[in-house]
């Protein structure tokens, strides 16, 4: 057997692996979904081991093929690093953090501020998943589930209510609560499609056993949670947040509870490691850190 490595192969086997059918890895690479198949057939005739289970809808990882993609990634994660930092002359971050918007400022910020040894830290926010850890130079994502990543080391870091909060002197003028909030008061975050009816005041309203259904026209809607949060602290009404990300504004003191907390969102938030062998140094160290920061709603 040649002792070169069949590197083209090993791109292919990468990308099929994470996006799971080898019409989406053909699609990225720019090649034909056959060109794919016989570079898989070329990579498991060579070391001699089935890396997929052929599926009808795509294909599976086998452990085989698990143990590969877990170094092949984090081998093509390094080279594209190396490429970057030669093309930009700059310092490799220590670690490279990638997280959806909104989760990155009102929690992954509060925690990392709890960290003694912030140098070197990039954080980057991004809303799509699955990410490409080895174009973005990422470390860990954290996101809202994980069913983007079946191959990958998740943790979870919790699982969350909707809790009711208002900026202090709305909530001295309410004196129930977000029950005498009125529709105009109460702000809407448009969550997107993949987003389950829980998260809407309507879902909040029916775990609590109210048949109330706001009329999301007549209060102010947002479209992100950061931004919810910020008004709400401005006083422009009652906001509906996952009870861990009002954490910090709850310790505060800026906002306060104007409710229970309600309607268990249908995922937890996790961290995702990036596909390597083993983490490096600098992003296991913020792993162990963030795994293990007290969570609420959990």
């Not at 990422?138 to 069913?147: P, Q």
Request: a neutral charge.
């Amino acid at each position: 057997m040649s002792d070169r490595l069949p590197l083209n192969a090993l791109q292919a086997f990468e990308r099929a692996a994470r996006t799971g059918t080898f019409a989406a890895a053909a699609a990225e690479l720019g090649v034909t979904a056959t060109a794919i198949s016989q570079h898989i057939r070329l990579l498991e005739s060579r070391f001699g081991k089935q890396v997929f289970h052929r599926r009808p809808n795509g294909v599976e990882l086998t452990d085989a093929g698990r143990d590969l993609f877990l170094r092949v990634a984090g081998a093509f994660a390094e080279l594209s690093e190396a490429a970057a930092h030669l093309q930009t002359s700059a310092l490799r971050p220590r670690v490279v953090i990638s997280v959806i918007p909104s989760v990155g400022e009102l929690w992954l910020l509060p925690q990392l501020a709890g960290l003694s040894d912030r140098a070197g830290i990039k954080v980057i926010e991004e809303n799509e998943d699955p990410i490409d850890f080895a174009n973005r130079g990422a470390d860990i994502r954290i996101t809202y589930g994980a069913t983007a990543y079946p191959n990958q080391i998740v943790e979870t870091l919790f699982h969350d209510r909707m809790l009711p909060v208002a900026a202090p002197e709305l909530a001295l003028q309410l004196a129930d609560g977000v029950r005498d909030a009125t529709d105009a008061q109460l702000i809407h975050t448009q969550w997107g499609p993949s987003y389950a009816s829980p998260q809407s005041w309507s879902g909040w309203y029916q775990t609590m056993g109210s048949t109330r259904r706001p009329d999301p026209g007549k209060g102010l809607s947002v479209d992100r949670l950061v931004i919810a949060a910020t008004a709400a602290r401005q006083g422009l009404g009652v906001a509906l947040l996952p009870e861990t990300l009002a954490a910090a504004d709850l310790t505060r003191g800026t906002l306060v509870a104007a409710g229970p907390a309600a309607a268990w969102m249908p995922l937890p938030y996790v961290m995702v490691a990036r596909p390597a062998a083993r983490m490096r140094q600098g992003a296991e160290s913020v792993w162990k850190h963030l795994s293990t920061r007290p969570v609420r709603g959990s």
